[in-house]
């Protein structure tokens, strides 16, 4: 399995960014495809996560309203719409898919870096 994130970059605080994350290596229909965040000094945070099947869609209370994850099933990709970002989204964002019955099926990719400038 492969997770390849990209996307990231310097912004100012109020615009937005499109993170995009390329899915390959197995089928996602029994997966939550999901964007986690690690701030520097900071632990690691659940951001957003997305059905792939089904495309129910999940949001940390920090994010609600700002942000959108979305999935093309065809392309194999995952997408977080990041707006009216916030110095403190400043973080490495991470790709992640698991499996929603066995926990040991749980994939990451590479971090993309966010920054907010304020």
């Known amino acids: 399995v492969q997770l390849q994130a990209s996307g990231g970059g310097l912004v100012q605080a109020g615009g937005s960014l499109r993170l995009s994350c390329k899915a390959s290596?197995?089928?996602?229909?029994?997966?939550?495809m999901g964007w986690f965040r690690q701030a520097p000094g900071k632990e690691r945070e659940f951001v957003a996560a997305?059905?792939?099947?089904?495309?129910?869609?999940n949001y940390a209370d920090s994010v609600q309203g700002r942000f959108t994850i979305s999935r093309d099933n065809a392309k194999g990709m995952v997408y977080l719409q990041m707006n009216s970002l916030k110095s403190e989204d400043t973080a490495v964002y991470y790709c992640?898919?698991?499996?929603?019955?066995?926990?040991?099926?749980?994939?990451w990719g590479q971090g993309t870096l966010v920054t907010v400038s304020s």
């Open positions: 997305i059905r792939w099947n089904i495309g129910t869609t």
């Open positions: 290596g197995r089928t996602f229909n029994d997966y939550v």
């Open positions: 992640t898919a698991q499996h929603i019955r066995l926990s040991n099926y749980n994939y």
